[in-house]
């Protein structure tokens, strides 16, 4: 299969802090590729080396065979970025943001136009076209952002987080999308801390924590790997005092988690545990709800491979790794 | 051949392409009305009213203090602002080279102050009826000034920040050390020597000179020398600001 990015051993360090520690990957040509992980984990480092916005300290980063190192000229004018803060000049109308892209690409005259209309229909902004970008709202912004970075109808799209802080509808439109240009051919480089994302969106995702790879392949596979992950889920009627902690000690379960009105119970024997579980609820008198068995999420499986207890309500998600100091090799 | 001739145009295009863009979103920002529109009438003023002037050579102070102030003014506040708001890596990524990035943002500096200046230009001759001895030399004089200023605001627009606050206070220290220095205010014949040596090393001292030159016919240095200095001294000032975008770029601005 061919690559569209090519990394080995990228590394950089901040003064002796080590955000991204010898990392290695391909992403093969018109996928979408996730890559995830918590906050400060390296993600938008790395990303902003791949789209040559920050230097290495060490490896190699080939883009549709072009070492950035050597000369970046070729892979930028096949490159598209749309960060995570919507960077669009707000002084400019939807329109000017767009011809000023055009004109920074070098989009042909004759093509200017036309290829902004089309964007601008295509992500709803036609009739938007002269209302400068500061009277437009985040998830507005976020679709120009990602206009401005197709118009030149690049080969690969690099997103940092593109739907954070969207409301449901917006999200949904971004997500529609990314799949919508991917199948018009368009290799995505996805960065993002949302799992759910990922799974939806992602051939392929890789798990960056501490700077460091932990896992890297489709989303159904890494499921696989992660058996012990899997749960049952059980809502009673009326929960009495405790009763979390008599479902921790039932036989076979690893962890109980309240998940709203329900509990989840890990194990990594599922069809013994619902056994256990109607035991239990006979015993004590508790009228079951619902019962269900779950097999691992994806998030299961990031919570797992980063280090945050699975299924607890207060998992810490803030910035662990990011003040990791290892010793810089001389 | 071609198709460097091709990136060279494709160059060139995405420079004025940044300028242009700068210029239209820049010019009504309240920092640069203050310190690129504002400051050198208000300098010019300050200095000269109720003192001792020709009309010619009051013209020649007032275009050498717009070309200095309005062009060193617009590269401290646009490139932190644009690396703040995140619109900076837009351009980084973009395909031209560093340098072209950087002509890009010295020609908006050149733009206002070539502006400014020829509305300062214009009040001189409405209303001091001043007429110009050199226009060729004049247009040099603003053309050259602009650019080798421009360049100068665009070293500390180049300081690996996103806020322009930490910016302005030595670009201004610098832009005022210059100023006080220079020939503006006290014309060059009428330094000690070891003022005027001093006065030698400020590129604003060879603008006020060519000035005097085209205005009033009457400057110290060779018009040559004044031009190819500032020439010269623009040319200089990129050094700083293309190692300083490189060092930007290692530690993530």
Redesign the interface.
């Known amino acids: 299969m061919e690559n569209a990015i090519e990394v080995r051993e990228l590394s950089k360090y901040y003064g002796d802090l080590l955000a991204v520690d010898h990392i290695s990957f391909d992403v093969h040509k018109g996928e979408v590729f996730g890559f995830l992980g918590p906050n400060g984990a390296g993600k938008t480092t790395t990303q902003r080396m791949l789209t040559t916005l920050l230097e290495p300290s060490g490896g190699q980063i080939v883009i549709f065979g072009h070492d950035l190192a050597l000369d970046s000229y070729p892979v930028k004018r096949r490159i598209g970025l749309v960060p995570e803060e919507s960077n669009v000049y707000t002084e400019l109308t939807a329109w000017g943001n767009l011809m000023f892209t055009a004109r920074l690409y070098r989009v042909p005259r004759s093509e200017r136009g036309s290829r902004a209309r089309e964007l601008l229909e295509m992500f709803g902004l036609w009739e938007k076209r002269d209302v400068k970008a500061e009277n437009f709202s985040k998830g507005m912004r976020r679709r120009l952002s990602i206009a401005m970075a197709i118009i030149h109808r690049p080969d690969l799209l690099f997103l940092d987080e593109p739907t954070s802080g969207l409301d449901a509808q917006s999200t949904r439109a971004i997500r529609a999308l990314i799949r919508q240009l991917n199948s018009e051919g368009t290799t995505i480089f996805l960065t993002t801390h949302q799992i759910e994302e990922a799974n939806l969106l992602c051939d392929r995702v890789a798990i960056i924590n501490h700077g460091r790879l932990a896992a890297i392949d489709t989303p159904e596979k890494l499921k696989q790997a992660f058996r012990k992950v899997q749960s049952v889920e059980v809502a009673f009627e009326h929960g009495p005092e405790g009763i979390g902690k008599k479902l921790e000690a039932l036989s076979g379960v690893t962890t109980a988690a309240k998940m709203g009105d329900k509990w989840r119970l890990y194990t990594e024997d599922p069809s013994v545990l619902l056994e256990h579980v109607i035991e239990f609820a006979r015993q004590n008198d508790l009228r079951i709800v619902s019962l269900s068995t779950l097999g691992p999420s994806l998030e299961d499986v990031f919570l797992e491979i980063t280090g945050q207890k699975v299924g607890t309500v207060m998992y810490r998600t803030g910035n662990e790794g990011a003040g990791r100091r290892r010793r810089k090799r001389r | 051949m071609n198709k460097l001739l091709q990136r060279v145009g ?1 160059e060139a ?2 420079a004025w ?2 300028a242009s ?1 700068d210029i ?2 820049y010019y009504l920002r309240p920092g640069m009305i203050m310190f690129g529109f504002l400051m050198p009438f208000f300098m010019f003023f300050s200095f000269s009213v109720k003192r001792e002037m020709a009309a010619a050579q009051g013209i020649a102070r007032l275009m050498a203090l717009t070309t200095f102030f309005t062009a060193a003014a617009a590269g401290p506040f646009i490139v932190p602002l644009e690396r703040r ?3 900076y ?9 560093l340098i072209t990035l950087l002509l890009g943002k010295i020609a908006v500096g050149a733009f206002f102050a070539i502006a400014v200046s020829v509305v300062s230009l214009a009040i001189g001759m409405a209303v001091f009826g001043v007429s110009i001895v050199n226009p060729a030399l004049l247009a040099g004089g603003v053309l050259l000034g602009a650019f080798a200023f421009s360049a100068l605001g665009l070293i500390f627009g180049s300081i690996p920040t996103r806020n322009p606050g930490d910016v302005q206070m030595p670009s201004t220290l610098l832009r005022w050390g210059l100023l006080f220095i220079s020939g503006v205010f006290i014309p060059l014949q009428e330094m000690g020597s070891v003022a005027r040596a001093i006065a030698y090393l400020s590129p604003l001292t060879y603008a006020q000179d060519l000035m005097n030159h085209a205005v009033s016919g009457s400057g110290l240095i060779a018009p040559w020398l004044d031009m190819a200095v500032l020439l010269a001294s623009g040319v200089l000032f990129l050094v700083p600001s293309i190692w300083m975008h ?1 060092r930007a ?4 601005f």
């Open positions: 494709d295009a995405q392409t940044v863009k239209r979103v708001i995140g619109t890596d837009r351009l980084l990524a973009a395909p031209m080279s490189r770029r290692k530690l993530g």
